[in-house]
């Protein structure tokens, strides 16, 4: 029965008690009214919800999901954005989440085969499970790393030697799945993405806590790139109002603004990620301070004049 309600069974697809015999009877099962009046309140009493509809003088009965189709739908294309997962595995994930609709949702429900260009390594999903379950062991874990060359090979970073690291958290930022690790040697941490992990393994000794706070390290941490948190303060032009909250969040502070600019205080680290960011604005945008963000652009901003204003004097 519970088979039964799972499967056939939705918000638009209420079966009546006709429709349970009858389909009891296709897998063989007799069953008389009374018998699944007790099956379904057998059901109840597990804690599943059961609702009871009445249409046309006539009471049916349908199974909440644990997700809705826009909800199941919503996280398949998530899967599809996330490029630390290989195809196989994504389409793994994907069949348990459209498991959890019934038959008509999932015929419904339009998922696309992910494409073949995601990540061709597996193993991601069982690197990610041994991660958390050293977090939650508070055990420390042993892995290569290593970086992907022109021709797509694998160069391993410390000529291969182990890396011994704690685990404090798993992150997701722009597709990709991190890790983020401490160090007793350097006293501090680092992230380190899952996929270009391998041989990992985890210790039989629990390590000492570890003091983590992975909302003000996200904060600090632009894009995944680590680095110490300063204060920008940055003129924007009136247009660039949406992309600063989809970047930064509604966490933004407006420190003034006039009929053309604003000028905004932004919590975030110096990294390559934020000044390739910046740049992609040219005149929108005004770094007011820190220095060093101003020293960082004007740096790059000379670099690139030299480079293509002497590549145009050699042509003459």
């Known amino acids: ?26 897998k063989g099962i007799k069953a008389e009214r009374k018998a699944v009046y007790r099956s379904l309140d057998a059901i109840r009493a597990t804690g599943r919800t059961i609702h009871q509809v009445r249409r046309n ?12 189709m826009a ?12 490029v630390s997962l290989s195809r196989e595995e994504t389409m793994q994930v994907q069949e348990k989440l459209k498991a959890s609709l019934s038959r008509q ?5 339009q998922v696309i085969v992910p494409p073949m260009g995601k ?3 597996s193993g991601v999903l069982e ?10 062991e508070n055990r420390c874990v042993r892995f290569h790393y290593y970086d992907l060359n022109i021709h797509q090979k694998k160069n391993y970073r410390r000529q291969k030697k182990t890396y011994h690291l704690l685990p404090c958290a798993v992150v997701a930022d722009h597709g990709r799945l991190y890790c983020v690790l401490w160090s007793d040697k350097h006293q501090g941490f680092a992230n380190y993405r899952i996929d270009r992990m391998e041989f990992l393994d985890t210790d039989e000794e629990v390590h000492d806590p570890v003091v983590f706070d992975k909302d003000a390290w996200m904060r600090s ?53 934020l000044i390739a960011w ?7 945008v005004k770094v007011e301070k820190p220095q060093e963000l101003i020293d960082t652009l004007l740096h790059i901003a000379a670099g690139l004049e030299k480079t293509y204003n002497g590549e145009k004097e050699g042509r003459m």
């Open 1 to 26: 029965m519970l088979d039964i309600l799972e499967k056939e069974s939705d918000e638009d697809h209420p079966l009546e008690l006709a429709d349970l015999v009858a389909l009891l009877n296709e």
């Open 57 to 68: 003088r006539t009471v049916s009965y349908y199974m909440e999901h644990a997700l809705s």
């Open 71 to 82: 909800e199941a739908l919503i996280l398949c294309e998530t899967l599809e954005d996330n």
């Open 105 to 109: 949702e999932q015929e419904s429900l």
């Open 119 to 121: 990540n061709p390594q």
């Open 127 to 136: 690197t990610t499970q041994k991660l958390m379950k050293a977090i939650h």
């Open 221 to 273: 941490s632009f894009s995944m790139y680590p680095g110490d948190p300063v204060t920008a303060v940055i003129t924007f032009d009136l247009s660039l109002a949406p992309a600063v909250y989809d970047q930064f969040g509604s966490d933004v502070i407006i420190t003034g603004s006039d009929e053309r600019t604003f000028t905004a205080a932004i919590r975030t680290a110096i990294t390559p990620t």
């Open 278 to 284: 910046l740049m992609q604005f040219i005149d929108k």
